[in-house]
């Protein structure tokens, strides 16, 4: 997979160098390339911003050096890839969960615009849609002060799905999320640690007691914590959790 980034916050993106996604780049998993927006300016100041019209508090991240910046992301890009996924980080996208995970770890190229301020001039994605798949994406309902460490979230959960960056495939199987259900409380050495003790089952050796054990919990942990991930009876009717697929 192919991911670039522009942001005037290069250095933001560090962490990518960081543990199983570092290591994802170094072995050619994972190609992630970081592009300066403000090497896409032409004046003194390398301004990227200039106040709204209409009026208003806040700055708006200015169309030319967008337009520009993303047409060289183009040029330098795969040649035998279409049309690349771009990403636009904003409150007002589609909310990231894990079936968009899946989604996007199944694009050979994905583009972030990484806007600040008040956000980037519409008309940006409106040219951008005749080159790219625009997607506006958000973590949650909440504002952050830029798109970066959206960047470094979708990208996590992203590449951890893609073949080989997770040493043991298995372990994504029973996550939170990718049944729909919150992940069961795990345990390791010792069974005993300042008066509490791991569940009995685990150490039984039973692994039909401990396949079941591990889906009630679940079952009652997403009860507990997001009961909207739940099918409304269920949610209504904690005896009936069982039944949930």
Not at 6 to 25: C, H, K, M, N, Q
Request: hydrophobic letters at 45%; proline letters at 8%; aromatic letters at 6%.
């Amino acid at each position: 997979m192919r991911i670039d980034v522009v942001t005037i916050f290069p250095d933001y993106l560090a962490p990518l160098e960081l543990s199983l996604i570092g290591r994802a780049r170094r072995a050619g998993l994972l190609d992630v390339v970081v592009h300066d927006l403000r090497e896409a300016t032409t004046d003194r100041h390398r301004t990227v911003d200039d106040t709204p019209y209409g009026g208003g508090a806040g700055m708006v991240m200015k169309p030319e050096p967008w337009g520009r910046a993303l047409d060289a992301v183009l040029d330098g890009g795969p040649a035998d890839v279409g049309r690349p996924r771009l990403l636009v980080p904003s409150p007002g996208g589609r909310v990231l969960d894990q079936a968009m995970a899946r989604e996007l770890a199944t694009e050979p190229w994905l583009v972030f615009a990484c806007g600040r301020y008040e956000g980037i001039d519409e008309r940006v994605l409106l040219d951008a849609a005749q080159r790219f798949e625009v997607t506006p994406v958000s973590l949650g309902d909440y504002v952050l002060n830029g798109g970066e460490v959206a960047v470094l979230a979708i990208t996590e959960a992203v590449a951890r799905l893609l073949p080989g960056v997770v040493g043991n495939a298995e372990s994504l199987v029973e996550e939170s999320h990718e049944d729909g259900l919150l992940e069961y409380p795990v345990y390791t050495k010792p069974a005993s640690w300042r008066g509490l003790d791991v569940p009995e089952v685990l150490l039984s050796g039973d692994h039909a007691a401990i396949a079941r054990w591990r889906h009630q919990q679940r079952l009652e942990r997403t009860a507990a914590r997001r009961p909207d991930l739940l099918a409304p009876t269920a949610a209504d009717d904690p005896a009936g959790l069982a039944v949930v697929p």
